[in-house]
């Protein structure tokens, strides 16, 4: 008997992750979901099928395929005939499902073994009989659970949006002071960094802050975090040139609930900045004299003005301006990256104004939890927790 191919992480990159058949392992095309055989697992083999079956797909990134291979591993344990799945897996992604929704709705913890269950048991056992109901009792909801189970989903959301960050390079920093109901002052925290397609804003922690506390201690919180989470303040991108003095004198600024929104911002540095607006309608000689000189920036203006697919798409404008310069940075990083720095700062109000409401919901109506920072991470996340992962490794506590 021919010798087991195994599989290689590059794979990934032609649309192939690996899936175990009867024992053996074998390609399985995040795509179409096809199971190639495993003396497929050759470069060649797979290239044909993406080639063959996908040729529109040829030149996506890993990270599209990273995102079809979320969505084919979630369908699996989605699959209730799935042999490969057990039981338990089932029952505890129910339980993670359930959880998800009652965080992101921010209902009580208890919500699940007092309302949810019961109702899902009533439901199924009239619509289908006692034995599909019973394996809905298998489903753990009890305020323990629910609670653990929101604090691995804000681990593992956690972990995305630090590898986004450190992918992006460089990320603007924003601190807000917030008050709730019960006078508890919380410091939160969020982030705007370079996503795939667009700049992404997230929530990334919260502290409880003491009415005695100074600029100082607050900048030891954020820096206690960014050492935990191996984030660089070099990267930490504001306005100024970027030093821990400057970053604390911004730290300063921020708390003073600085909001500087790019359309606001606009207005006193037009001629700065028009550049960003419309690069369509500037002489490469008119741009702002702080960047003109930067080697090869000139060329890299002239050459995106003379690319017309490049301006059609701008005229269009369904996507954001930020969005535009994104795409922009992937082949003129140089042009790009200054866009880039110009943008990251401008956070737009909406998250930390979701914060807010949030934090008083969440801590005042409900609950009374000291630590609100799961809470917060899984209602204002634009992202989705890794199940399949989570299913798997029920590892990952809060580390609080
Ligand atoms: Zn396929």
Same mark, same amino acid.
């Given at each position: 008997?021919?010798?087991?191919?195994?599989?290689?992480?590059?794979?990934?990159?032609?649309?192939?992750?690996?899936? /175990?058949?009867?024992?053996?392992?074998?390609?399985?095309?995040?795509?179409?979901?096809?199971?190639?055989?495993?003396?497929?697992?050759? %470069?060649?083999?797979?290239?044909?099928?993406?080639?063959? %079956?996908?040729?529109?797909?040829?030149? %996506?990134?890993?990270?599209?395929?990273?995102?079809?291979?979320?969505?084919?591993?979630?369908?699996?344990?989605?699959?209730?005939?799935?042999?490969?799945?057990?039981?338990?897996?089932?029952?505890?992604?129910?339980?993670?499902?359930?959880?998800?929704?009652?965080?992101?709705?921010?209902?009580?913890?208890?919500?699940?073994?007092?309302?949810?269950?019961?109702?899902?048991?009533?439901?199924?056992?009239? /619509?289908?009989?006692?034995?599909?109901?019973?394996?809905?009792?298998?489903?753990?909801?009890?305020?323990?659970?629910?609670?653990?189970?929101?604090?691995?989903?804000?681990?593992?959301?956690?972990?995305?949006?630090?590898?986004?960050?450190?992918?992006?390079?460089?990320?603007?920093?924003?601190?807000?002071?917030?008050?709730?109901?019960?006078?508890?002052?919380?410091?939160?925290?969020?982030?705007?960094?370079?996503?795939?397609?667009?700049?992404?804003?997230?929530?990334?922690?919260?502290?409880?802050?003491?009415?005695?506390?100074?600029?100082?201690?607050?900048?030891?919180?954020?820096?206690?975090?960014?050492?935990?989470?191996?984030?660089?303040?070099?990267?930490?991108?504001?306005?100024?040139?970027?030093?821990?003095?400057?970053?604390?004198? /911004?730290?300063?600024?921020?708390?003073?609930?600085?909001?500087?929104?790019?359309?606001?911002?606009?207005?006193?540095?037009?001629?700065?900045?028009?550049?960003?607006?419309?690069?369509?309608?500037?002489?490469?000689?008119?741009?702002?004299?702080?960047?003109?000189?930067?080697?090869?920036?000139?060329?890299?203006?002239?050459?995106?003005?003379?690319?017309?697919?490049?301006?059609?798409?701008?005229?269009?404008?369904?996507?954001?301006?930020?969005?535009?310069?994104?795409?922009?940075?992937?082949?003129?990083?140089?042009?790009?990256?200054?866009?880039?720095?110009?943008?990251?700062?401008?956070?737009?109000?909406?998250?930390?104004?979701?914060?807010?409401?949030?934090?008083?919901? /969440?801590?005042?109506?409900?609950?009374?939890?000291?630590?609100?920072?799961?809470?917060?991470?899984?209602?204002?996340?634009? %992202?989705?927790?890794?199940?399949?992962?989570?299913?798997?490794?029920?590892?990952?506590?809060?580390?609080?």
């Amino acid at each position: 008997m021919a010798s087991k191919r195994m599989y290689n992480s590059e794979f990934l990159n032609l649309g192939f992750t690996h899936v /175990t058949h009867q024992g053996v392992l074998k390609p399985q095309c995040v795509i179409c979901g096809e199971v190639l055989s495993n003396e497929s697992f050759k %470069k060649k083999e797979l290239k044909r099928h993406l080639e063959g %079956k996908h040729n529109g797909l040829v030149n %996506k990134n890993r990270s599209f395929f990273e995102r079809k291979e979320q969505q084919l591993k979630r369908q699996r344990l989605d699959a209730p005939t799935n042999p490969a799945v057990t039981g338990m897996q089932q029952a505890t992604l129910a339980s993670y499902l359930v959880s998800w929704r009652i965080a992101r709705t921010k209902k009580p913890y208890t919500i699940g073994e007092k309302l949810i269950k019961p109702a899902a048991l009533d439901l199924v056992q009239t /619509t289908n009989g006692n034995e599909f109901a019973k394996k809905i009792e298998h489903v753990p909801l009890l305020h323990d659970t629910v609670k653990k189970l929101i604090q691995s989903m804000s681990c593992n959301i956690k972990s995305q949006v630090i590898a986004a960050i450190k992918e992006s390079g460089q990320f603007s920093l924003w601190l807000y002071e917030s008050t709730d109901l019960s006078d508890d002052t919380q410091l939160m925290t969020y982030v705007r960094y370079q996503g795939q397609e667009d700049m992404e804003e997230e929530f990334l922690f919260c502290r409880p802050l003491q009415t005695t506390i100074t600029g100082e201690d607050i900048f030891m919180m954020v820096d206690s975090f960014f050492r935990e989470e191996g984030l660089n303040w070099k990267q930490c991108y504001s306005n100024e040139n970027y030093s821990l003095s400057q970053v604390q004198d /911004t730290i300063g600024q921020h708390m003073s609930k600085l909001v500087t929104e790019f359309d606001h911002y606009i207005p006193e540095n037009a001629h700065k900045y028009s550049w960003i607006r419309n690069p369509f309608n500037i002489e490469a000689e008119d741009l702002p004299e702080e960047i003109s000189n930067i080697h090869n920036l000139q060329e890299q203006l002239i050459e995106i003005q003379s690319d017309e697919a490049l301006h059609y798409d701008f005229k269009r404008q369904h996507a954001s301006l930020s969005s535009f310069w994104i795409k922009v940075y992937k082949e003129k990083p140089i042009l790009g990256g200054e866009a880039r720095k110009a943008l990251l700062p401008f956070a737009t109000t909406y998250l930390c104004e979701a914060g807010f409401s949030a934090l008083t919901v /969440t801590k005042t109506k409900y609950r009374n939890s000291l630590q609100p920072e799961d809470d917060q991470r899984c209602s204002l996340t634009s %992202k989705s927790p890794r199940f399949e992962e989570l299913v798997n490794t029920l590892q990952c506590q809060g580390s609080h």
